[in-house]
C-alpha cells in the first residue's frame, strides 16, 4: 500500500467529498488533500472530471475516479482491509446501496432546494427533507433493529453516505426555518447520529455544524439577495 | 436456480424496467412478469417499493429489490454465470458504474425534459441530449477503442444501463422536433447501436422504437394539451 498515490480534489463543506474522506479514514488509507476552489477549479479537476468538472474526485496511481458512490465503491474494492463497507450478502448489499442512493435522491434534493427555492416551494423542501429523514429513522429500525448502524454493529455503505449529512443538519434547519422533530419521535436516527458521531475516523474529517450552517446561510442569502 | 421464485413488476416503455430485463436474459434467468398500470399500481407494487412506489421492482424469493441500478447490480451478484456484468477489476468496475449512472443523470434527464418543457427550456434539453449521446460515443472510443461495447467484446454493466435508451431514440427526436446526427459524426455510438441491436437477449425484450416514439408523443401532447 506505500506505494500508493492516493489524492482527493474536494470542496471543505460537500457530502459528497465527505463520504470519500470517511470512506478512506474508515480504511486506514492516508491520502493526499486538494481544496478546491469552485469559483476557479484547478487543472486537474478540469481534467480529471471532464464530464461533470465537479469534485470529488479521487485519483489513486493517476487514475481519476468520480461520482462519490462510485468512488466509495471503488475504496471498498480497492482496500477491503478489515472494514469492509458492502455487505458480501447480495441482499444486503442491494438494501445498503438503496438507502445510499436514496441520500442523494431525496435528502440531498430536498436540501438543495431548502437553500434555493422561495414561497411555497421552499415549504415543500422542508417538508420533503423531514419526510426523508423520518424514512431513514423508519429504515434503521427495520434494517438493523437495536443496533446503531444501517451495517449492524459497524458502519456500511449506506452509513458512510448517509453520515455527512448529519453536519447539515444545522444548516438546513437555519435556511428553512424548521426545526427538527427530536429524539422521541426519531429514536432510530438519533441513535444513528450519537454513533455515527462517535466514531474516530468521522471525526477526523467532519466540518463544525457551525460552520456549515454559516456556509448554507451564505448560499441562501445570495439566493435572496437575487430574488 | 429452480427452486428460485424471480417476479419482475414493471411497465413495457420504462428504460429502468428494459435494463432488468436485459439483465436477466443475459444471464439466462426466467421470470415471470407483470406489467404495471401507472395509474391503477397493484398491491403488490406499493407495498413492494413503498418509497418510491415505482416500477421496476425486482422480487426474488419474496423478497422486493427496487432501484434499476442496484437490481442490475443484484442480479450480477446473485447469478453471476457466464456473463458477468461487473468487470472484476477495481478502476474498470467504476467507469462502468460511471457510465450507467450518466445514463440517468445526463440522458434520462434530458430525455424527461424533452417530453415536458417548453420554449426555450424544450431546445436546451434537445442540445443536452445531443451533448449526453455525443460524450457517450466518445466514451466508447475511449474505454473500448475498436470494440463495440463498454465491456469490450460483451455487454457489461454500462451496456446494459445504456442500451434501452436506443429504442427510444425515434420518440425522443419527435418529441424533441430534431434528427440527431449520423454514424459519420458518432461512429462509435452507432457501432455500439448496431451491436447492442444484434445481441438475441436485447431483441428478446425491446419494444419496437415505432411503439416508443407513439408511446413519447402521446405523453407530450398530454404536456402540450396542458399548458
Given at each position: 500500500m506505500s506505494k500508493d498515490s492516493v489524492k482527493l480534489l474536494n470542496f471543505w463543506p460537500s457530502m459528497f467529498g465527505l463520504r470519500v474522506r470517511y470512506a478512506l479514514d474508515l480504511k486506514g488509507v492516508s491520502y493526499d488533500y486538494q481544496e478546491e476552489s469552485l469559483s476557479n477549479k484547478s487543472k486537474e479537476l478540469l481534467e480529471a472530471n471532464?464530464?461533470?468538472?465537479?469534485?470529488?474526485v479521487l485519483i489513486h496511481n493517476g487514475k481519476p475516479i468520480c461520482e462519490s458512490l462510485v468512488i466509495i465503491d471503488y475504496i471498498d474494492s480497492v482496500?477491503?482491509?478489515?472494514?469492509?463497507?458492502?455487505?458480501?450478502?447480495p441482499y444486503e448489499k442491494a438494501v445498503a446501496r438503496f438507502w445510499a442512493d436514496f441520500g442523494d435522491r431525496k435528502l440531498f434534493d430536498a436540501g438543495s432546494r431548502l437553500r434555493r427555492a422561495m414561497g411555497e416551494e421552499h415549504k415543500k423542501a422542508g417538508e420533503d427533507f423531514k419526510w426523508a429523514l423520518m424514512k431513514i429513522d423508519e429504515a434503521l429500525g427495520t434494517i438493523?433493529?437495536?443496533?446503531?448502524f444501517f451495517g449492524g454493529d459497524a458502519m456500511n455503505f449506506a452509513d458512510v453516505a448517509l453520515a455527512p449529512f448529519i453536519c447539515w443538519f444545522k444548516g438546513y434547519q437555519k435556511v428553512g426555518g424548521f426545526v427538527l422533530p427530536g429524539p422521541e419521535e426519531w429514536p432510530n436516527l438519533y441513535k444513528w447520529v450519537d454513533a455515527v458521531n462517535s466514531v474516530d475516523a468521522i471525526k477526523k474529517s467532519t466540518p463544525s455544524p457551525d460552520k456549515v450552517a454559516e456556509f448554507a446561510e451564505v448560499l441562501r442569502k445570495r439566493v435572496l439577495g437575487a430574488a
Open positions: 471532464p464530464i461533470y468538472t465537479k469534485i470529488p482496500w477491503p482491509g478489515s472494514h469492509k463497507l458492502l455487505p458480501e450478502d438493523a433493529p437495536g443496533k446503531p
